[in-house]
Nanobody, 127 residues
Framework: EVQLVESGGGLVQAGGSLRLSCAASGFTFDDYGIGWFRQAPGKEREGVSCIRRSDGSTYYTDSVKGRFTISSDNAKNTVYLQMNSLKPEDTAVYYC????????????????????WGQGTQVTVSS
């Protein structure tokens, strides 16, 4: 069974930093594309960043480029999202997803229906 557990969220002032972790189990890490997504109150869930399975390349949505960094530790089956220079508009519940078809990071715009999701971690940025 695929399991994803996010951690590292919290309350931070604008300009601050947080590092989110996504601990994965139940699947072969290298066989899945891993991505971070977020959902703010009243808004649809949006993609933030991902690591492409095929070549390990990374993708960031425009609003976080230069501020967020995604990385993975395959030995620990963990994906991280380092978030710097946080803004109030980054406030959201952040989720990680593991997709065996790697749709989001392959240009489909969203994960496939076969993706597994974590429970989310709240990030709140105060102004």
């Amino acid at each position: 069974e695929v399991q994803l557990v996010e951690s590292g969220g919290g309350l931070v002032q604008a300009g601050g930093s947080l590092r989110l972790s996504c601990a994965a189990s139940g699947f072969t890490f290298d066989d899945y594309g891993i991505g971070w997504f977020r959902q703010a109150p009243g808004k649809e869930r949006e993609g933030v960043s991902c690591i492409r399975r095929s070549d390990g390349s990374t993708y960031y949505t425009d609003s976080v480029k230069g501020r967020f960094t995604i990385s993975s530790d395959n030995a620990k089956n963990t994906v991280y999202l380092q978030m710097n220079s946080l803004k109030p508009e980054d406030t959201a519940v952040y989720y990680c997803a593991a997709d065996p078809l790697d749709h989001y990071c392959s240009g489909y715009g969203r994960p496939s229906p076969f993706a597994s999701w974590g429970q989310g971690t709240q990030v709140t940025v105060s102004s």
